[in-house]
């Protein structure tokens, strides 16, 4: 069973994942940071050939999995789960995102990993283009104002030298890549239940979405 939430950076959409994953004894599973891990092996490879990369990337060992209340990479033995988290690697990784060949590896490493366990996932097309018979979509959203201010908290433990102004101006313009990419852009599935999170508490949006799912589908 498969649960998907999309939405724009910084919505809110991973840790309410998690956070009904752990409530729910569910798996969460997040493809931006599968995006990011890419992102961040192309950097530290020194930014070669994009075509050549990521026609190779099926040599990469990738594991990705939900472990002890954290969805954790790793990358032929490299433990990327904190790496993949910095500024470096989040002003690139809209750009990796937007390749073909780059989202139909991410794609394929996704729908193996889901047909283990139950998960809820979160990303840009889960419910249009990766998993369009999902059995429940959300799409969350907030303003730009708020979503800026909720990514920059998370970024300064990481990474020290960010400003709020930098992560409201890497918002805008992931938003705007993500939206107009060719190659499944960010868009609401016809049939996502919309979660506007302005204005909202964590706990109040975690507990919405659990009544829908609740109400939605039998998960014993
Ligand atoms: O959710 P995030 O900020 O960690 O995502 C990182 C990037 O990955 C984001 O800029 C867009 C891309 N992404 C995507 O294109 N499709 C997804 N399903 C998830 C993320």
Same mark, same amino acid.
């Given at each position: ?38 992102? +961040? ?36 033995? =490299?433990?990327?789960?904190? #790496? ?5 690697? %989040?002003?690139?990784?809209? =750009?990796?995102?937007?390749? #073909? ?14 047909? #283990?366990?139950? +998960? ?18 959300? +799409? ?35 938003? =705007? #890549? ?5 190659? $499944?852009?960010?868009?609401? %599935? ?5 979660? $506007? ?10 507990? =919405? ?12």
């Amino acid at each position: 069973m498969i649960i998907v939430i999309d939405g724009p950076a910084g919505s809110g959409k991973s840790s309410t994942a998690k956070a009904i994953a752990n409530r729910l004894g569910i798996k969460f599973l997040d493809s931006g940071a599968l995006y990011r891990a890419i992102t +961040y092996l192309w950097l530290k490879s020194g930014k070669p050939d994009k075509a050549e990369f990521f026609e190779n990337l099926s040599n990469i060992q990738l594991e990705a999995d939900f472990k002890d209340q954290t969805f954790y990479v790793q990358a032929g033995g =490299e433990d990327l789960t904190d #790496k993949i988290r910095t500024k470096y690697v %989040a002003d690139q990784v809209s =750009e990796i995102a937007s390749y #073909k060949i780059a989202r139909s590896f991410v794609n394929s490493f996704m729908r193996d990993l889901v047909k #283990k366990d139950t +998960y809820i996932a979160d990303g840009r097309d889960l419910g249009t283009a990766v998993f369009s018979d999902a059995d429940l979509k959300f +799409y969350m959203d907030a303003s730009l104002k708020e979503r800026a201010k909720r990514r920059f908290l998370e970024m300064k433990n990481s990474d020290s030298s960010v400003t709020l102004k930098d992560v409201m101006k890497n918002l805008r313009s992931r938003d =705007e #890549k993500d939206q107009n990419r060719d190659n $499944d852009p960010l868009k609401r %599935a016809d049939d996502a239940i919309i979660i $506007d999170t302005t204005g909202k508490s964590f706990e109040e949006q975690v507990s =919405e979405m659990i009544s829908i799912i609740n109400e939605k589908l039998n998960l014993n």
